[in-house]
């Protein structure tokens, strides 16, 4: 009996430890350039609002979430309330993490209590104002956020369902690849369809299966294989932030997830937005190599 | 100064600098072309990686051309390092300069990307799918070394 409880506890850190990877925890929580332990805190991500850095999430009670019961985390996670009653900054992905369903949260945190605790001390975000207000964040929420689960589509096929959750909940795709207001919220008409303003100034690409502008001619085993390898179907490796969320997210999921990733993305209604300026014809720089 | 002296200092001035101005000319059209050949070694390896892959995803079946690809992308990988000398940071690249200011960095991620590369002959030589597909991973990391510390970014 006892041990069949420890079992049971055993694979539920183990479903944890493979949620955060599809969480995208990882990239942004660990500080890899400068060699930072694991989830001691991230570097900067630079933003158009200002440069935010990701808290040390290890269970070290003073600099981490060490002092959290689980209500804290869950509260952290579905609604974007940390302990002492503050706001979140949605580069925290709250607005997609409060689709995690409650079993995977608690599983998710089983695991975060396992992870050794590192006492190394956050480091305060650098916001223009009125960012720099954490209270400017109670009135985003008012505009932006809506709490609550995932709400499966039962005309769909459970493979679509679990795309979709990976993509909306759980992988928060649409943080980066959907463009935002002046205000910060997602434009929600423009869904998965790129912006020039990413993360550290990087230029997000259009993720719809529009045919001239987004993944048109990517099959569902081309995104598959990009989420796993980190390859595009031209043979050149993905970029950027994209490079971090594949090498330590995404290459860390089961086949049959990321199919289930790839059959959603294909399903999503193609939108034409371009954000890739057009490629040279002459072989140029502009052809990426 | 006589003036047929002043003639002739600004004869040979201008003379002077007319030799400049061609060889600067050609200093530029060297690294231009520099920068076109290995654009075109990086789209090769870039090809190889590709077909590789379209066999590891069950796209095609020649899984009998495994090793020809391997072979000849780890061969391209050697040829790198002279391809990026001084001077070749400007015009049509996306060569950032701190592979002229971090050269000990960039030669290293270099020597790891034909490691992997040499790693990726051996896989392909099992004709094992999932010992390619590994291999493959691993080549992709190595890619990234010098790619996120030394390529542009996309625009």
């Known amino acids: ?289 | 100064m006589g003036s047929v002296t002043r003639y002739l200092a600004s004869a040979a001035a201008g003379a002077a600098l007319i030799v400049m101005g061609v060889s600067a000319g050609h200093a530029a059209d060297e690294a231009e072309n520099i920068i076109k050949y290995r654009q075109n070694v990086m789209k090769s390896i870039g090809g190889h990686i590709a077909n590789i892959a379209a066999v590891a995803k069950g796209q095609v079946t020649y899984i009998e051309n495994m090793s020809a690809h391997a072979r000849a992308l780890a061969d391209m990988t050697k040829l790198l390092p002279p391809l990026f000398p001084e001077g070749t940071d400007t015009g049509k690249t996306n060569a950032l300069p701190a592979i002229w200011t971090d050269r000990a960095k960039f030669d290293a991620a270099m020597k790891a990307n034909q490691a992997a590369a040499a790693e990726m002959v051996d896989a392909a030589a099992t004709n094992d799918l999932a010992t390619i597909q590994a291999a493959l991973g691993k080549l992709g990391k190595s890619c990234g070394g010098c790619h996120k510390p030394f390529r542009k970014k996309k625009e």
Not at chain 1, 47 to 57: R, V
Not at chain 1, 149 to 167: I, Q
Not at chain 1, 172 to 191: I, K, S, V, W, Y
């Open chain 1, 1 to 289: 009996m006892v041990a069949a409880i420890a079992a049971a506890a055993d694979d539920r850190v183990a479903r944890g430890a493979y949620l955060l990877r599809g969480g995208g925890c990882v990239a942004c929580h660990t500080d890899f350039a400068r060699e930072g332990e694991f989830l001691a805190g991230g570097g900067p991500i630079k933003t158009p609002f200002g440069t935010f850095y990701a808290p040390n999430i290890t269970p070290d009670p003073d600099h981490g979430v060490g002092a959290w019961r689980e209500t804290d985390f869950v509260t952290a996670m579905t609604r974007g309330v940390a302990p002492d009653g503050g706001h979140y900054y949605p580069v925290f992905p709250y607005a997609a993490y409060t689709k995690i369903g409650r079993v995977d949260l608690a599983d998710l945190w089983a695991y975060l209590k396992t992870v050794p605790p590192v006492a190394r001390p956050r480091r305060q975000h650098d916001l223009r104002f009125p960012f720099s207000m954490r209270l400017a964040n109670l009135g985003w929420k008012w505009l932006y956020f809506k709490a609550g689960p995932f709400r499966p589509d039962p005309g769909r096929a459970p493979e679509w369902n679990r795309g979709a959750y990976l993509v909306e909940a759980l992988g928060h795709c649409g943080e980066c690849h959907t463009p935002r207001t002046r205000l910060g919220g997602l434009d929600r008409a423009l869904t998965l369809a790129g912006t020039r303003d990413g993360p550290e100034e990087s230029v997000v690409p259009n993720i719809t299966p529009d045919a001239e502008t987004g993944l048109g001619d990517w099959s569902e085993t081309d995104i598959a294989w990009l989420l796993k390898t980190g390859f595009m179907p031209d043979g050149d490796d993905v970029q950027e932030g994209m490079g971090d969320v594949v090498e330590h997210g995404t290459s860390h999921l089961a086949d049959a997830d990321l199919r289930a990733i790839a059959v959603y993305l294909k399903s999503l209604p193609p939108i034409y937005n371009r954000v890739r300026k057009e490629r040279d014809q002459d072989g140029g720089a502009d052809e990426d190599w």
